[in-house]
């Protein structure tokens, strides 16, 4: 090592110093000494002619061999997880830059420059300060490793969204839409209730669970977490849609409505505190990787604020079931609630991390220029819009006209999202790893529905309005309705999670030939739904479509089944070899990821 002789390095002429150690040439170049009459003096009457001081030259030396041997004791291909069973002291660099509890108590099975690149850490400094702590440690493999600081991530939000859809949601849509293919009646109450709960119960309550414990990493605020206010929020939220469940029906009896306008308050109150903790994290944001002006900060921002909009009108839905007997809610509070959780905070939230970290996993690449600032333009200005159209001062024309262009807007934004972000037709250009159970395909196909989504209801907008067909009818605008939710929203929670969530938990899937049954149910039941458009000129068709429920409640069961297996299971086992040695240079050397994202 060069540490070790320095005077002997000093007596050696350039060239044999050159010649032992080529990696040290950009460092004598530095210094105008790798040429010096053509390398034939020793070093240090290089220095003395070059007039350089001889042991700050031995100093850049030393440094530079040093950081030649951290890039072959730690590769930037080197899984987290290997480089934490070698090399423990890395723990605390990983902590620093906001990674120290992903993946589980042994960290992510995952490369290096990879997670450097998904959170958009600047790749240089962050694999210099891992390969110094590495090259400091004191053993290969110490008997203890030292306590992890930070909890791993806790499953509650996601198993218990599950829970509501498979006993208050999904389930039971499926048998109100075989009653309703039976011809049987189903009251407007049970159809609203359903709803809610797949609103708040399923989709919210899991993209609360992913916000509490990724945005913080994504930003770079590493020391924010979610505490006592994300447990809080579950269990409010949780506690508010079971609430409606039982409230809403009885709402003939006092004790019915009281319990309604407890569940708003509820529901209310674990939305102020999500609210706030996105709000905290936001003001915050200079702190970390992002400009106030980037994309996913802006898509997360106006998603909020729709959120809380949204919130108040989930409690003037309480507090009008409070002080009416009757239980089913007028269209002008279910309506424009539903509107906003969809198509304003969930597609807003969807739409800022499907342009940070969606890109990442399919490998396409950033989106075209000014496309995610369109696209949130038109998605704001249609919810607005549509939010506006409402207001019962305004006659029904201007109203449905208002609802039109709110809609048209709306599904103008996931065309310009899509096509700027090219999701549907890019090939992966940028390195991506491949996971169990291929949930970049179940993502793709997603945004697929979404595509389709968006033109359905701008083919039934243009319908109505330029011909006599009544193409805004109540069949057509629920099967819409019911590809992006089951086809769009569903499929893609789906996908994501058997992406990320093993990686959150540090496991491995339990069984991909399940999750491609669960891409190919949820596929199947929204194509039967679609049937709700052929069923207008053939009654029987909607009979055929009433039983798509269940393709998707047995997608939802299979897809708990995998997801609560997989976080049950050990962690993934450790790698078997602790040598610090490098790889054999005979050995394939794999493909190595580079971080492409700007960084500040």
Not at 156 to 181: C, D, E, K, W, Y
Not at 362 to 369: H, K, N, T, Y
Not at 539 to 554: D, N
Request: glycine share 10%; with cysteine; proline share 7%.
């Amino acid at each position: 090592m060069i540490d070790g002789s320095r005077s002997d390095l000093a007596a050696l002429p350039v060239r044999d110093i050159l010649a032992r150690h080529p990696g040290l040439g950009p460092t004598l170049a530095a210094h105008g000494l790798d040429a010096c009459c053509g390398g034939m003096h020793p070093l240090k009457d290089a220095c003395a002619a070059r007039g350089k001081d001889l042991g700050e030259v031995l100093r850049d030396l030393s440094e530079a061999r040093a950081r030649a041997a951290g890039a072959e004791l730690v590769p930037p291909t080197l899984s987290i997880r290997e480089l934490l069973h070698r090399f423990p002291a890395t723990r605390p660099v990983l902590e620093r830059y906001g990674l120290g509890d992903c993946g589980g108590e042994d960290g992510p099975d995952e490369p290096l420059a990879w997670f450097a690149t998904v959170h958009r850490l600047p790749l240089e400094d962050f694999l210099r300060d891992v390969r110094a702590a590495a090259a400091a440690e004191p053993r290969p493999t110490p008997a203890s490793t030292p306590e992890r600081p930070s909890k791993p991530f806790s499953p509650h939000f996601v198993i218990g969204s599950l829970v509501l859809t498979l006993t208050l949601g999904a389930t039971t849509g499926m048998i109100n839409l075989i009653r309703i293919g039976a011809g049987a009646d189903v009251p407007v109450d049970h159809r609203q209730i359903h709803g809610h709960t797949q609103l708040l119960g399923f989709a919210t309550l899991f993209l609360m669970g992913i916000a509490y414990h990724a945005l913080p990493r994504i930003l770079g605020l590493g020391g924010v977490r979610g505490g006592s206010s994300a447990r809080a929020g579950f269990w409010l939220m949780a506690g508010g849609v079971v609430l409606r469940n039982l409230g809403q029906p009885l709402g003939m009896y006092a004790g019915g409505r009281l319990v309604s306008l407890l569940s708003g308050a509820m529901e209310l109150a674990s939305g102020l505190l999500f609210v706030r903790f996105v709000v905290a994290l936001l003001a915050r944001a200079r702190e970390g990787k992002y400009d106030r002006r980037d994309p996913l900060l802006r898509f997360v921002r106006a998603g909020t604020l729709v959120f809380l909009v949204a919130m108040v009108l989930d409690a003037a839905q309480s507090i009008w079931l409070a002080g009416h007997a009757d239980t089913a809610l007028p269209a002008a509070l279910t309506e424009p609630f539903t509107f906003a959780v969809l198509y304003g905070f969930l597609l807003a939230w969807i739409y800022g991390f499907g342009h940070r970290v969606v890109s990442l996993f399919l490998g396409v690449g950033a989106p075209a220029r000014g496309t995610p600032e369109l696209a949130l333009f038109a998605q704001m200005s249609g919810v607005t819009i549509a939010l506006v159209s409402w207001l019962p001062i305004l006659p029904d024309r201007a109203s449905l006209a208002l609802r039109d262009t709110g809609l048209v807007l709306v599904a103008l934004s996931a065309l310009v999202y899509l096509g700027g972000n090219g999701f549907l037709w890019r090939r992966a250009a940028l390195p991506m790893l491949r996971t169990p159970g291929s949930p970049t395909v179940a993502i793709r196909i997603a945004f697929g529905w979404l595509f389709a989504w968006a033109l359905l209801e701008i083919a039934a907008v243009v319908l109505s309005r330029a011909t006599a067909l009544p193409a805004q009818n109540l069949w057509w605008a629920d099967a819409a309705r019911h590809a992006f939710t089951i086809g769009f929203l569903t499929l893609l929670i789906v996908g994501m999670s058997l992406r990320i969530l093993p990686v959150f938990s540090g496991k491995t899937l339990w069984s991909p030939r399940l999750a491609h049954a669960t891409y190919a149910l949820i596929t199947a039941g929204a194509l039967l739904r679609l049937l709700q458009y052929p069923a207008a000129f053939s009654p029987v068709l909607y009979e055929v479509g009433s039983y798509m429920g269940i393709p998707v409640v047995l997608a939802l069961c299979l897809f708990a089944l995998n997801l609560i297996r997989t976080m049950r299971a050990p962690s993934a086992a450790r790698p078997a070899a602790p040598a610090r040695a490098a790889s054999s240079p005979s050995a394939p050397r794999p493909r190595a990821f580079v971080s492409t994202l700007p960084v500040r």
